[in-house]
Structure formats: C-alpha cells, structure tokens
C-alpha cells in the first residue's frame, strides 16, 4: 500500500464544500493533511488491513466529522463486518449475471438527479422482494445492494457528503414478501448502514403501505435506531406527499402524474438500463471488485493497547 495518493483531485461543488465544512468540519486547506494523519495510522497497525486512498478515506473523515479516533473505530467495524460475513460483502463484481438480474428486476432504483439538497435518491420497491421462479437468490439481492451502496457511496464524493434519500414504495407488499429475508439477515443488514459504514442516510420515505403499513412499520422499528425512525416519514397513499420531499423532476414516470409535462428521471427501464451501463464500465468494476476483495482485513488479536490518536479529538455534529 502507497504511503502517499497524489491523485486525488475534489469534486465537490460549491455548495457541497460550503456543507462539508458547516456539518463536517472539514477544511480544504486541511483536508491532505488530515488524510495523510488517517493513512499514517493505518500503516503503523498490525492488525488492519484496508485500501488507503485518499478518496477512500475520506469518505470515513468526513461522516466522522474529521475526528481521527472516530474514523479510526468506523474503518476497523466497516472492515471487520465485510470480514465477518463475506457471502454478502466479499468479490463484489457488478458484471455478475445474478447481480444484473437482480437490478433488472427493479427492486431498487438508483435515480440519476439529485434533489435540492444535493442527495442522491433511492427507491426500494419493496412488494417485487421474492425469490420464486427468479435466477437470483436471496445473497444476491444483499450483494447487489450492497454494490449500489459501495457505488453512490464510496465512489462519489457529493453523496458522501450531501447523503441519501430513500423512497419506499410498500405497494403489494405480502407476508409472502416479507418472509423472503429473515429478520435476522434484516437486523445484520440495518447494522451495517447504520454504524459500521460510511453513509449519511438523511430521509426514509414510505408509501403506499396499505393494510400492511402497520407490519412495515413495527419491523422497521425492530432494526432501525432511534435516529433514524425520526427520519422516518409515511407519505401515505398520496404521492402528494412524496413530492413535497422529492421534486418531480427527480423521479420516474411511473410515480408522476399523467398531465405532468415536466422533466423527469425517464422511465423505469431507462433507469434500470442506465444503472447497469454506469456499474459496468471498466474502472467502476474494477473499483468495487478492489474495494470488497479479499485481502482486506481486521485482526483483534493483533492489535496494539497504545492506538490513542493524537490531536484526533473535535467536538462532534449531530448528523
């Protein structure tokens, strides 16, 4: 692993910089250094480890407000959680046939434009979750998921600092549907993007629940924090609702009006289409396939009683 990453040029816009350095303390003047401090650590431990790019390290600075012992915790779990269950994070490769099946099935949608606040927006189409008759299974969802995620996420800085919506259509959602996944895989899965991964999860939208709303709602408040079930919003049945959060202009044709003429994220087919184009170019591949490998690792066993950071201690947000 390099010690250094000269490579590493900022994408961020003006008002994504603004936000990073409102909400997470980070100061471009700073921002190498602070980096090149995380690396140096990295590189002095025995027991971890894990990619040491710049732009991969930032995504940790930043959701840790550039707390050096914060980073440091949430890099060992992010690592220690892909170790421990490798058949959901390990050799990822988005050119996968079950992957692309499984995103063509369009249980998730990553929408293409941003909204007013620069997030990146999802919609889980949670009724289409089943596995009967399908040439994918259930470690192939969570493994295309977890692509998507490793994707918006840790190859795209904005996202990192700006965060994500997640639109949540409940639409012919059934028990059939809701045993696909054990609420254990559930509970494991929701750990992950709440504490053990770099990710800023800002708004969860759900709609169109139905009779099944109240179930929906109890078995997210089995794996949900406290924080993020206040993030939480029921629209109802009324997309109304939805877009007083998502504007129009973000989301498929599908959940639009007839008589709207305005511009729009396309068709659903388009975006499943472009998602797979843009997961299957040749240096996103290689990036996730780089990022989920297997010589990533974390040993408790080895590592040192004297890790205290120095000059790692900032006063934290609250995200």
């Given at each position: ?10 994408t ?22 602070a ?38 915790e ?10 421990k ?10 050119c ?38 399908k ?16 994707y ?85 049945n ?8 998502i ?48 010589q ?12 205290i ?11």
């Amino acid at each position: 692993m390099a010690s250094k990453d000269s490579g590493y040029v900022c994408t961020l816009d003006e008002k994504s910089l603004k936000r990073a350095k409102e909400e997470l303390n980070e100061d471009p003047k700073n921002r190498l250094g602070a980096v090149e401090t995380f690396r140096k650590w990295i590189l002095e431990q025995k027991h971890i480890k894990c990619p040491t790019d710049t732009a991969f390290l930032l995504c940790f600075l930043r959701v840790r407000y550039f707390s050096q012992l914060e980073a440091r915790e949430l890099l060992e779990r992010y690592i220690l959680r892909r170790v421990k269950i490798p058949k959901w994070y390990m050799n990822l490769d988005p050119c996968d046939p079950k992957t692309l099946a499984a995103i063509d099935s369009g249980y998730i949608l990553v929408l293409p434009e941003r909204d007013d606040e620069g997030r990146k927006i999802c919609v889980v189409k949670a009724g289409l979750l089943e596995f009967s008759g399908k040439p994918f299974s259930k470690i192939d969802v969570l493994r295309t998921i977890v692509c998507l995620f490793d994707y918006i996420y840790l190859l795209d800085e904005k996202t990192c600092v700006n965060g994500t919506v997640t639109f949540i259509d409940i639409s012919h959602y059934s028990l059939k549907v809701h045993s696909a996944i054990t609420m254990e895989d559930r509970k494991e899965f929701a750990e992950t993007w709440q504490n053990n991964f770099p990710a800023r999860l800002k708004l969860l939208l759900l709609y169109n629940g139905g009779a099944m709303i109240d179930m929906f709602f109890a078995m997210l408040k089995m794996i949900f924090s406290e924080k993020l079930q206040k993030r939480m919003k029921n629209c109802g049945n009324v997309l109304e609702n939805v877009y007083k959060d998502i504007p129009m202009r973000c989301l498929p044709v599908e959940y639009l009006p007839d008589d709207y003429k305005g511009p729009n994220a396309g068709t659903e087919k388009q975006i499943i289409e472009s998602m797979k184009r843009d997961l299957t170019r040749p240096e996103v591949r290689a990036r996730l396939q780089y990022l989920s490998s297997e010589q990533w690792k974390v040993d408790g066993a080895q590592k040192s009683r004297n890790d205290i950071p120095q000059a790692s201690f900032r006063k934290l947000n609250i995200d």
